[in-house]
């Protein structure tokens, strides 16, 4: 899958990649993902995590990539890559119509561009293309990424007081959200 998405003068590409395009491109999706939970977004992690802890999570997600049940989408601009999402499919028999939105990020520098935007948009086509309308999606209650789901259309399902914890071993709350998709025609 390719969607091109142009903002003004900046043209960005978004693909799905097969199993052989995402171990191709790990080194980059590690130094994405380094710097996101670094730089404060823990996307699963308790910051700070070291490059080892990024490929092993990375690479523990190939078989799910190869078998079909975990779609992972990238954006580029100029061949490199600046922003990553995951959807993970139900694979169980009573829900063949769900999916759940995993560990979106853009690098700090190209936030606000619009790129996450269009990573949800690719999302939400591949998850209708592959028969998924039902898509939820957990994320720290209070924080931007709250909002722009929000804003993209998403609804509150339910909070989980102290779902993680933070360095200090301080508690966050964790809000569960939900889009239903309308199918493809």
């Known amino acids: 899958m390719v969607a091109p998405y142009t903002n003004g003068s900046q043209s960005i590409t978004i693909r799905q990649l097969s199993a052989l395009e995402f171990v191709a491109l790990l080194p980059d999706l590690v130094d994405l993902f380094l710097e996101t939970v670094n730089g404060g977004s823990p996307l699963g992690f308790l910051a700070p995590i070291t490059r080892d802890t990024v490929r092993e999570y990375l690479i523990s997600l190939i078989p799910e990539v190869e078998a079909g049940s975990r779609l992972v989408l990238i954006a580029y601009r100029d061949n490199v890559v600046v922003g990553s999402g995951q959807l993970a499919f139900s694979r169980r028999s009573n829900s063949p119509h769900r999916a759940e939105l995993e560990r979106l990020f853009v690098e700090r520098a190209s936030r606000g561009q619009g790129i996450?935007?269009?990573?949800?948009?690719?999302?939400?086509?591949?998850?209708?293309?592959?028969?998924?309308?039902?898509?939820?999606?957990?994320?720290?209650?209070?924080?931007?990424?709250?909002?722009?789901?929000?804003?993209?259309?998403?609804?509150?399902?339910?909070?989980?007081?102290?779902?993680?914890?933070?360095?200090?071993?301080?508690?966050?709350?964790?809000?569960?959200?939900?889009?239903?998709?309308?199918?493809?025609?």
């Open 116 to 185: 996450g935007r269009s990573l949800m948009h690719a999302l939400h086509c591949v998850a209708r293309q592959n028969g998924r309308t039902l898509i939820a999606l957990n994320t720290r209650r209070g924080e931007p990424a709250e909002n722009f789901y929000k804003g993209l259309g998403y609804r509150e399902a339910g909070v989980i007081p102290g779902w993680t914890i933070g360095a200090e071993g301080e508690r966050y709350d964790h809000v569960t959200l939900y889009q239903e998709l309308a199918p493809v025609a």
